[in-house]
């Protein structure tokens, strides 16, 4: 990878002006040795600072060609089919009339134009609408005539084919409109069947959850009586055990143990009460289960029959459906059939119109007229030469596809403004900086020679470029850092102390005295004043010079 590389400092647009005035005299004793101080002014200045990668390079100027992209190619109409229906039978004794119609067929037939007189050379600078060449007047007027025939045959074929379509429109919209009805009346009748045989389920079901809830009822009336009866078991027992203990003095307290014998009766027959209540709610569970067995089977065979003439009925209502989902594809596909013949048949009405207009609007007289600008580099076409569609007309220098391209290596190329302006300087043109930007970065590539990755950048020239020629050649520079409207100073100027930046002035009485300054950007000769000068100050650069 060859380069001639260089390193672009500047302070922007205006240079500053250095050494105004030089003081020599102040002496400095140091570890034994003197050292003569000398102060030289400079002035603080306004303008830009940048830094940039600069390569030579070389211009490049594209081309434009222009060629003849008019078809005139004249369509001949062959015979055409005549049209045809044929019925396609569907279940249920319905069938449906299938359309078609014969099309117009159109080939292409080469045509040709002869040139009469060429206009132009090479190395001729011409504008666009000048006159390249002259076509013989017959050739123009022969494809000029066929055309116009084209457009009188395709009108007439779309006329014909209109006036035999309405027919075919008509049959299916009918067709369509049937089918249609048919799946809508199928929809009702399977939603009201459907409804029947679940108000049959939910009838079922509600008797069955009667019968049920019975059965629980009881079950727990039956676990308080249980606890009734264990509770009226413990007081009979307490009572029986009265009885046997006064058996003995039975005669002795007869009222006593005649209140223990009632006391016992009554707590038999309490027991016997509620064992009887229990025997009545079991008895009662024993026919509610029997009950809610039947219950069970009819809410069973409710649902079995939901199931089996749901499936009927979705069976019908899907074979009526299918009737309707054929006849509306069966409508869709004859309309887009018969759509696509209509518009066929208008696109090659269109296509001829546009033809014919296009023709007299490219073809000026018998005159083919330049779309471009430009200096002429090849004119490819003689005197007797047939002209047709995609023949090269010229070929032109383009102005807006100016370029030069450069190499850079990968560190250079990370450092740039690759989305920047990038400024050219031409040998021809010292006085004069071009912009331009990066239109295109190449793969990154490898240079053995050098062990480095390089990259090769198109820069593509903005602005004028009238003055720019092939193989001039400049200086191309990409700009890594820029600040724009700044007041600079000479880094010789700035001291340091710590973080502390200063500059040396001298007061109103000569005498030299220090001054704090905020410094910024700094392209390597010059440094950004944020604070401390204004444009016009004039400060110091030091100079030391030792001595034994």
């Not at 190619?73 to 279940?91: E, F, I, K, R």
């Not at 000479?490 to 410094?519: C, H, L, P, Q, W």
């Amino acid at each position: 990878m060859e380069k001639n590389k260089k390193i672009a400092i500047g302070a922007g647009c205006s240079a500053a002006i250095l050494a105004v005035a030089v003081t020599t005299g102040v002496v400095v004793w140091r570890n034994n040795h003197t050292q003569e101080v000398t102060y030289r002014e400079t002035t603080v200045e306004y303008g830009d600072l940048t830094v940039g990668i600069t390569e030579d390079s070389t211009v490049s100027i594209g081309t434009v060609s222009q060629t003849f992209d008019l078809d005139i190619s004249a369509l001949v109409s062959s015979d055409s089919s005549s049209g045809s229906s044929q019925t396609d039978s569907m279940s249920g004794g319905m069938g449906m009339q299938m359309f078609s119609f014969g099309e117009s067929s159109y080939t292409s037939q080469s045509q040709e134009m002869e040139i009469d007189s060429v206009h132009i050379t090479v190395g001729q600078e011409i504008q666009a609408g000048d006159v390249l060449y002259t076509l013989t007047e017959d050739s123009v007027e022969e494809i000029r005539a066929q055309l116009e025939e084209d457009v009188e045959d395709t009108l007439a074929d779309y006329q014909a084919l209109m006036v035999e379509q309405q027919k075919s429109y008509l049959a299916a919209k009918q067709g369509y409109d049937t089918y249609v009805l048919n799946g809508n009346l199928a929809e009702l009748t399977y939603t009201k069947e459907l409804q029947e045989l679940q108000d049959k389920v939910d009838e079922a079901a509600e008797e069955l959850e009667d019968k049920q809830n019975q059965v629980n009822e009881n079950l727990e009336k039956l676990v308080e009586l249980q606890d009734e009866l264990t509770s009226a078991k413990k007081d009979l027992k307490d009572a029986q055990a009265a009885v046997s203990e006064n058996h003995d003095n039975r005669y002795n307290d007869p009222y006593y143990y005649t209140v223990y014998l009632n006391t016992r009766d009554m707590a038999q027959t309490i027991v016997d009460e509620i064992e009887d209540d229990i025997e009545s709610l079991e008895d009662e569970n024993e026919t509610l289960l029997t009950e809610i067995g039947e219950a069970t089977r009819s809410w069973n065979e409710a649902c079995r029959n939901l199931e089996s003439e749901k499936l009927s009925a979705q069976q019908t209502l899907e074979t009526d459906q299918y009737y309707s989902s054929v006849a509306s594809e069966w409508y869709s596909i004859q309309t887009t059939s018969l759509d696509n013949d209509k518009q066929n048949a208008y696109s090659s009405y269109e296509s001829a119109v546009n033809k014919l207009e296009e023709f007299n609007s490219y073809i000026v007289g018998n005159d083919v007229i330049a779309e471009y600008s430009g200096v002429v580099t090849e004119v490819p076409l003689s005197v007797g030469d047939g002209v047709t569609r995609n023949t090269s007309l010229v070929t032109l220098y383009d102005a807006s596809d100016v370029t030069m391209e450069i190499t850079v290596s990968e560190d250079d190329y990370e450092s740039i403004d690759q989305d920047g302006e990038v400024n050219i300087s031409y040998t021809a043109y010292p006085d004069t900086i071009y912009s331009g930007t990066i239109s295109e970065v190449s793969d990154a590539e490898y240079d053995s020679d050098s062990s480095e990755v390089y990259y090769t950048l198109t820069v593509t020239v903005q602005g004028d470029v009238s003055g720019l020629y092939e193989g001039m050649t400049g200086d191309v520079t990409c700009v890594t850092k820029e600040t724009k409207e700044v007041t600079y100073v000479s880094n010789r100027a700035i001291f340091r102390d710590g973080t502390r930046y200063y500059v040396k002035v001298r007061d109103e009485n000569g005498n030299i005295i220090e001054k704090d300054v905020t410094t910024g950007f700094s392209d390597g000769v010059n440094v950004e004043i944020i604070e401390g000068l204004s444009q016009g100050d004039t400060v110091l650069i030091e100079s030391k010079v030792s001595e034994s």
